[in-house]
Nanobody, 121 residues
Framework: QVQLVESGGGLVQAGGSLRLSCAASANSFSIVTMAWHRQAPGKQRELVAA???????NYADSVKGRFTISRDNAKNTVYLQMDSLKPEDTAVYYCNVRGRRAGQLSLTDYWGQGTQVTVSS
């Protein structure tokens, strides 16, 4: 079982910054990818950024150059540094962990409870 604890959301003015953190407790579970997704009201959940255990990153076009994802493998923690925030970044941000349970080949996803990010204009 994997438990995810998110922190760092809040209210910020446009142009400001926030840093999200997500710590995973993962017994008998090998984490492959850690990611952040977001869901704005009335919209589908979308991938914001992802990072593999080897440090390969992937970003949504809308956040490239403004957001930076990083991870501490020793702590099973992923971070999302969000700079130059825009009102359209307002959403609930969800941490996602994908990996393998011990002895299994298939990949399993776990999700955090979500943290609200609100950017005022």
């Amino acid at each position: 079982q994997v438990q995810l604890v998110e922190s760092g959301g809040g209210l910020v003015q446009a142009g400001g910054s926030l840093r999200l953190s997500c710590a995973a407790s993962a017994n008998s579970f090998s984490i492959v990818t850690m990611a952040w997704h977001r869901q704005a009201p009335g919209k589908q959940r979308e991938l914001v950024a992802a990072i593999t255990s080897g440090g390969i990153t992937n970003y949504a076009d809308s956040v490239k150059g403004r957001f930076t994802i990083s991870r501490d493998n020793a702590k099973n923690t992923v971070y999302l540094q969000m700079d130059s925030l825009k009102p359209e970044d307002t959403a609930v941000y969800y941490c996602n962990v994908r990996g393998r349970r011990a002895g299994q080949l298939s990949l399993t996803d776990y999700w955090g409870q979500g943290t609200q990010v609100t950017v005022s204009s």
